[in-house]
């Protein structure tokens, strides 16, 4: 896949969103834009302050600058079946190419935390200049950079790095530099580095950093040769499958919902968030999309994170669980406004933390029990002792499932009796009923079946409302959310049922625009924040597969063919899609890319 220049998108310091990739070793992730900067970018971890934050404010950021001295276009590509990022440079005298990637060699959990761009000329000659301007502490702490001999030494109160190069390179004592000029074949490498103070820093030698290149491609490619997809949409959904495994922190075996905080769902707007924590939702539908395809081992170091750290023996006092933990399984993930950071394209505030950690919302349990119920049966039989924790959540869940809660969308508007909640602890309940039946495990059946049955009589009745002829976001309410196309996925009503089917039309007449779905409307039910928001790539995608489980296959793959349009150019999706195609929100997000796993792997089974 090719992507056009930087240069068109006029005088503004932001690219676009859509105009970055990805890369990572398991531990964090940082963004690359098609210009060659690195705008983004948290050292050692996910959840770490940020280095490089300049996609977050231009000026007081941070960045790592590297791209031709000349006027060039540009093309960005994932090196195949890999996570590292080449970026190509086309000039009148020449072409060159950086090779960006953080080396890895096994998902153990150990990691260098390295950072390597290799530059490379492959053909004439091209002149190259470097900035690396780090900003610690989301651009709040001071720093010192002092040169020693082909290393400069970058020191902050909270975080050392070292940057080591084959080309030469100069510090003012804030910032590091470097011009040079490369003929055909020749290469200069740059390697980052985090450092204790009493460490040497360690070199990267041309021939270190191309060893570390060739370990680093063939951990990625023996890792995506256990997928057993091999249906229509192969190179979208291994790039997905790429991208969730980028998003896993390898120590925990959790789960991040995107690598960035605070990109926008509407440009200057409010609707800003942090998403580099695990959200059980998001993180238990990512365990169903690797299952699908056969990487039992992700499914498998979730379910360790949910056992080691305690998130299904807690005993909060709004439940058991959370609707969100740390990539360390800590509780608390405190909000703040960030007001020194202007925000990207002055989308203000820059938030770090979550305070939507203290929400109820219900329907985390169906998604954490059914993905429970799935490793049991697509991967290994569960142990008696996560048996009994279970157990303890469906107990929970009996007594508790009828009352109002903030919902999956995690809206700031007060909390209501949403149908999504009530189905989703349908799911929890099923699905645990389904697990004891199938191994004969000890439950309280005859509750759970009660509690069960009692809440599907619910939603028919109360969920359903005649004069929409349709499944509703609330009980007793008339407005739509494009969630309830979970309903036939989750196996709670047929997907040819006549009220079903009712619903999918009055969703696309409603919500759906040229296949992309909005998830609400803000106006019809308020949200308790300003402003509008894009379409929700995850629901366009489910509506995808509700289509095709209705049968009613052509208008399916047109709205999955469509929406594989608005990927970028290396087949990474933010959260949203805006009203010209822009990405909006955090970026890549798990959500969209899991959903599409599901969405291609079920309409491909469909289409035989």
């Known amino acids: 896949m090719a992507n056009a220049g930087f240069g068109q998108a006029g005088l503004s310091p932001y690219l676009p969103i859509a105009e970055h990739g990805l890369i990572g070793d398991l531990h964090s992730a940082a963004l690359v834009g098609t210009n060659g900067t690195i705008d983004w970018y948290c050292c050692p971890r996910f959840d770490s302050p940020s280095v490089f934050a300049s996609i977050l404010d231009a000026n007081r950021g941070g960045s790592f600058e590297l791209a031709a001295d000349v006027p060039t276009r540009t093309r960005q590509f994932y090196f195949p079946d890999t996570n590292v990022l080449i970026t190509r440079f086309f000039a009148s005298d020449g072409v060159a190419e950086i090779q960006d990637f953080m080396p890895i060699t096994d998902d153990s959990g150990a990691a260098p935390h390295r950072l390597i761009r290799r530059v490379i000329c492959v053909r004439g000659s091209l002149p190259f200049t470097a900035r690396v301007a780090p900003r610690f502490e989301y651009g709040a702490e001071p720093h010192s950079a002092q040169l020693q001999g082909n290393t400069v030494l970058f020191r902050s109160e909270s975080l050392s790095l070292a940057l080591t190069a084959t080309a030469p390179l100069e510090c003012d004592g804030l910032d590091a530099r470097s011009r040079f000029k490369l003929l055909e074949g020749e290469s200069a490498v740059f390697a980052l580095d985090p450092i204790s103070d009493d460490v040497i820093p360690r070199a990267c030698p041309q021939a270190e950093a191309e060893d570390q290149f060739e370990t680093t491609v063939k951990f990625w490619r023996d890792w995506l040769a256990g997928s057993r997809y091999h249906g229509r949409w192969r190179e979208m959904v291994h790039r997905s499958a790429l991208v969730l495994k980028l998003l896993t922190y390898a120590p925990t075996g959790a789960i991040v919902a995107a690598p960035t905080t605070s990109l926008p769902e509407q440009i ?126 469906v107990d929970w869940l009996c007594e508790h499932w009828d009352q109002p809660d903030d919902g999956v969308w995690e809206t700031r508007g007060g909390r209501k009796n949403f149908v999504y909640s009530r189905l989703m602890c349908w799911v929890a309940i099923e699905r645990a009923i389904r697990m004891a039946n199938r191994r004969g495990l000890p439950a309280d059946l005859p509750r759970w079946r009660q509690s069960r049955d009692a809440i599907y009589r619910q939603i028919m009745q109360r969920g359903w409302c005649p004069e929409r002829g349709a499944f509703v976001q609330n009980l007793d309410d008339r407005v739509l959310d494009a969630s309830v196309l979970m309903m036939p996925m989750a196996k709670f009503i047929s997907p040819t049922d006549p009220k079903w089917l ?107």
């Not at 405190?334 to 979550?354: D, F, I, K, Q, W």
């Not at 009613?552 to 933010?574: D, I, P, S």
């Open 502 to 608: 009712a619903t999918l039309d009055a969703l696309t007449s409603d919500l759906v625009s040229d296949s992309l779905v909005y998830r609400y409307d803000p106006e019809a039910s308020p949200d308790g924040l300003r402003g509008v928001e894009g379409t929700f790539s995850i629901c366009s995608f489910w509506y995808v597969e509700a289509l095709a489980r209705a049968g009613r296959l052509e208008e399916a793959r047109l709205a999955f063919e469509k929406m594989l349009t608005y990927a970028n150019h290396v087949g990474l999706y933010a959260e949203e899609i805006g009203l010209t195609g822009e990405q909006l929100g955090n970026f890549p997000q798990a959500f969209t890319h899991l959903s599409l796993i599901s969405a291609a792997f079920n309409l491909d089974r469909a289409l035989g």
């Open 268 to 393: 200057g707007g409010e609707r800003n968030w942090d998403y580099r924590f695990v959200w059980v939702r998001d993180a238990a539908f990512c365990v169903y999309a690797m299952l699908r395809l056969g990487f039992t081992g992700e499914a498998e170091a979730f379910m360790r994170f949910l056992s080691e750290r305690g998130i299904m023996r807690g005993s909060g006092s709004g439940g058991p669980l959370q609707i969100m933990y740390g990539i360390d399984g800590r509780n608390e993930l405190p909000e703040r406004a960030l007001p020194h950071l202007e925000g990207y394209l002055g989308s203000a505030p820059v938030r770090v933390g979550n305070a939507a950690t203290g929400q109820l919302q219900l329907d985390i349990y169906g998604a954490l029990i059914d993905s429970v119920y799935l490793y049991d049966k697509w991967g290994q039989p569960i142990s008696s002792d996560r048996w009994d924790e279970l157990g303890v959540l």
